[in-house]
């Protein structure tokens, strides 16, 4: 077949089984590899399109983003094409095997797509009518649809008139939490500036009383100067000459002492105003404290409430089809998709909370069903059917997942999911060995080492380590340890890079580097915790507008994904990585703690309460029928906006977050993921 066969002018091509078939506009999933039609091997990688058109002869295919050496294979025809079509409840990919019969370029530039015209050359019988009669089935489905959703219709009406008074009470409780902790924080944060501005006084004062030192110690000098020039006044009375100098020497001494004599009663009123000051600034903070102390008495009860409607919200948005959580509530873009990270998130929840059964449903999932690729689990799945929905496969999904297992098996001593731990820990370890340094890329075909997938790993070799007791995940948590104090601490700024050769700021590098390693490793390996995250209140903390459920605007202040002066969205709060700084703020705590160093446990836990109240703030009554009015966080105070880290914040503005509801939960209850306790 010539070029000019393959035109897009010939798209009306006739077979006999074309003229013979309808054709059905139903879309696939279709794999493909081009092949040569005359040796049959393969001249190009697997690719994936998407019928147009669905007939037994053959098939319209829509493509995107062809290479240009492709383009040119399809315009000169000198190519068959290997297919396997994934029809939707049917077990078996059908496979066949086309030729090219006439394309179309709809849209050109990066990324291109392609319309394909298609004539089965191979294929078995029964996969034709299959595909013809699921095609069709497909058609009729909206009739059947339409008389379903009357019946269920008429039972949600039902249900929702039961349901409406138990929505209102957990939306009343929602509003309840965010008005007390609204005021929780603004006590909190007070307490925190009354601190500070203490503590910027008292060092003045230090400071004020060093050079009252100073001073008094120059006058003595100048009274010794002034006691010597006395004497020579005496001693050269006969030379005029030297008299007047000496006299001019004496009167530009008692000048200065004068002038610092001033000085001195300056400074000496200053430091009595201070310490009105300090006392005045003590009295404050002391009604502040017994203020947030009468507001806890209230507030506790209700935090506990809506705690558990997150926890309920979690367990509702559980299919009990797969036993995977929804990661987000109300993005149609991510419907039903369940991400690898968000499940070990959720199964964490349930292992806090003693949810055995809940757990267990999740990682049967990923035991029993879960297809793998390239050797491991995939970044997201359809909550509803378990079908892959994002191919690319990461390495630091795959050891949250591995971290969940380890905590079952710790937490309920049973092992039935450890060998899938296992088998993820032998795939990173060989990605491990595939680099001189022993660091782990973000995935095999990825090229790019992500400092928060060895910290991830550090702690999940440990956790393997302390269950199995065998050596190789001892060594592997060495070689990756050696990785991350040569490649991921900037000793310059003190803080965490996001990856080797990369210096961009990622805050959930500094809460994760804390929840990992732990202050006392980080401080024998020369990164100082405390200077981590003081880095990270100082160029990650941003305070930034959010409108409430209620349509009220509030001050939030939490946590940006990194330095926001660097991206033109201005700044946002994140729950989920927020939350991860309360966890390690909690952690700084019970390391000074167990210190003795009682300040600055004190000053830590602070800061934790106050950020936590911060993001309590922001919870919302969920709007879906199967939140039932229950209490969630949204990933953000903005939706849509870019991270800054080459993903973006989910849609919707009131859209639930199993990742943000699920961390502040963690925040709640002080529970560090990435140690087994």
């Known amino acids: 077949m010539t070029t000019k066969d393959l035109s897009p002018k010939d798209k009306n091509f006739q077979g006999a089984e074309h003229r013979k078939y309808i054709r059905l506009n139903v879309i696939f999933p279709v794999e493909f590899q081009f092949i040569d039609s005359e040796t049959s091997g393969s001249i190009s990688e697997i690719k994936q399109g998407f019928t147009r058109d669905v007939g037994k002869g053959g098939i319209c295919l829509e493509v995107n983003n062809l290479e240009e050496g492709l383009e040119q294979v399809i315009k000169e025809g000198k190519a068959k094409l290997d297919i396997r079509l994934h029809i939707p409840l049917s077990l078996p990919e059908t496979k066949a095997i086309a030729k090219i019969v006439w394309y179309e370029k709809i849209k050109t530039g990066y990324p291109n797509k392609y319309l394909i015209g298609l004539w089965f050359l191979q294929i078995d019988k029964k996969d034709s009518k299959r595909i013809y009669f699921h095609a069709t089935r497909v058609i009729l489905t909206p009739a059947i649809i339409s008389i379903l959703v009357f019946f269920l219709i008429s039972g949600l009406a039902y249900f929702y008139s039961t349901g409406f008074k138990s929505k209102l009470e957990n939306r009343k409780l929602v509003e309840e939490l965010n008005q007390l902790s609204d005021k929780?924080?603004?006590?909190?944060?007070?307490?925190?500036?009354?601190?500070?501005?203490?503590?910027?006084?008292?060092?003045?004062?230090?400071?004020?009383?060093?050079?009252?030192?100073?001073?008094?110690?120059?006058?003595?000098?100048?009274?010794?100067?002034?006691?010597?020039?006395?004497?020579?006044?005496?001693?050269?009375?006969?030379?005029?000459?030297?008299?007047?100098?000496?006299?001019?020497?004496?009167?530009?001494?008692?000048?200065?002492?004068?002038?610092?004599?001033?000085?001195?009663?300056?400074?000496?009123?200053?430091?009595?105003?201070?310490?009105?000051?300090?006392?005045?600034?003590?009295?404050?903070?002391?009604?502040?404290?017994?203020?947030?102390?009468?507001?806890?008495?209230?507030?506790?009860?209700?935090?506990?409430?809506?705690?558990?409607?997150?926890?309920?919200?979690?367990?509702?948005?559980?299919?009990?089809?797969?036993?995977?959580?929804?990661?987000?509530?109300?993005?149609?873009?991510?419907?039903?998709?369940?991400?690898?990270?968000?499940?070990?998130?959720?199964?964490?929840?349930?292992?806090?909370?003693?949810?055995?059964?809940?757990?267990?449903?999740?990682?049967?999932?990923?035991?029993?069903?879960?297809?793998?690729?390239?050797?491991?689990?995939?970044?997201?799945?359809?909550?509803?059917?378990?079908?892959?929905?994002?191919?690319?496969?990461?390495?630091?999904?795959?050891?949250?997942?591995?971290?969940?297992?380890?905590?079952?098996?710790?937490?309920?001593?049973?092992?039935?999911?450890?060998?899938?731990?296992?088998?993820?820990?032998?795939?990173?370890?060989?990605?491990?060995?595939?680099?001189?340094?022993?660091?782990?890329?973000?995935?095999?075909?990825?090229?790019?080492?992500?400092?928060?997938?060895?910290?991830?790993?550090?702690?999940?070799?440990?956790?393997?380590?302390?269950?199995?007791?065998?050596?190789?995940?001892?060594?592997?948590?060495?070689?990756?340890?050696?990785?991350?104090?040569?490649?991921?601490?900037?000793?310059?700024?003190?803080?965490?890079?996001?990856?080797?050769?990369?210096?961009?700021?990622?805050?959930?590098?500094?809460?994760?580097?804390?929840?990992?390693?732990?202050?006392?490793?980080?401080?024998?390996?020369?990164?100082?915790?405390?200077?981590?995250?003081?880095?990270?209140?100082?160029?990650?903390?941003?305070?930034t507008d959010y409108i409430m459920q209620d349509g009220k605007n509030t001050k939030?202040?939490?946590?940006?994904?990194?330095?926001?002066?660097?991206?033109?969205?201005?700044?946002?709060?994140?729950?989920?990585?927020?939350?991860?700084?309360?966890?390690?703020?909690?952690?700084?705590?019970?390391?000074?703690?167990?210190?003795?160093?009682?300040n600055k446990a004190l000053y830590y836990n602070k800061k934790a309460d106050f950020y936590l109240s911060e993001i309590e703030k922001m919870v919302i009554s969920s709007p879906s029928r199967i939140g039932q009015g229950q209490g969630c966080l949204p990933y953000a105070t903005q939706d849509d906006v870019d991270t800054g880290h080459g993903w973006r914040v989910a849609r919707g503005t009131r859209t639930g977050s199993t990742a943000g509801t699920a961390y502040t939960i963690f925040a709640k209850y002080n529970y560090n993921p990435l140690v087994l306790k």
């Open 184 to 543: 929780k924080s603004e006590l909190e944060k007070k307490i925190l500036e009354l601190g500070s501005e203490r503590e910027m006084v008292g060092c003045k004062i230090v400071i004020n009383e060093d050079r009252i030192e100073k001073y008094k110690d120059r006058i003595k000098d100048l009274e010794r100067l002034v006691g010597s020039a006395r004497a020579k006044d005496k001693l050269i009375a006969y030379l005029k000459e030297d008299r007047e100098k000496t006299k001019a020497v004496m009167k530009q001494v008692m000048y200065q002492k004068a002038v610092f004599s001033r000085k001195m009663q300056n400074l000496d009123g200053e430091n009595t105003y201070l310490k009105n000051r300090v006392s005045k600034l003590s009295n404050q903070r002391g009604s502040v404290e017994d203020n947030l102390k009468d507001l806890l008495s209230s507030f506790e009860p209700v935090e506990e409430k809506n705690i558990a409607s997150m926890y309920q919200w979690l367990k509702n948005h559980q299919n009990k089809r797969t036993g995977l959580v929804m990661s987000y509530e109300g993005d149609r873009n991510l419907e039903e998709w369940a991400f690898t990270y968000d499940q070990s998130l959720a199964s964490q929840c349930f292992i806090l909370m003693g949810d055995r059964s809940d757990a267990k449903e999740i990682l049967d999932f990923y035991k029993y069903k879960a297809q793998r690729s390239e050797g491991a689990f995939a970044n997201a799945y359809d909550s509803q059917t378990g079908n892959i929905i994002e191919y690319h496969v990461h390495s630091g999904p795959n050891v949250w997942l591995a971290i969940a297992i380890a905590q079952y098996t710790k937490k309920f001593k049973d092992e039935t999911y450890l060998s899938v731990a296992e088998d993820i820990a032998g795939w990173l370890i060989a990605l491990q060995k595939q680099d001189k340094d022993f660091g782990i890329r973000g995935g095999p075909q990825f090229e790019w080492f992500s400092t928060e997938h060895n910290l991830d790993a550090y702690a999940l070799f440990g956790m393997l380590y302390r269950i199995t007791e065998e050596e190789k995940y001892l060594e592997a948590q060495t070689r990756t340890l050696e990785w991350i104090k040569k490649n991921s601490f900037n000793r310059l700024e003190c803080r965490m890079n996001r990856g080797k050769g990369d210096a961009t700021i990622a805050t959930d590098t500094f809460a994760w580097a804390i929840a990992a390693m732990g202050p006392k490793l980080l401080k024998e390996s020369g990164m100082d915790p405390d200077q981590i995250m003081d880095f990270a209140e100082t160029n990650c903390m941003i305070t």
């Open 556 to 598: 939030v202040t939490g946590f940006d994904f990194g330095k926001y002066e660097h991206l033109a969205r201005g700044g946002i709060v994140s729950t989920e990585w927020t939350s991860q700084m309360v966890v390690s703020f909690r952690i700084m705590a019970d390391y000074y703690k167990q210190a003795r160093d009682f």
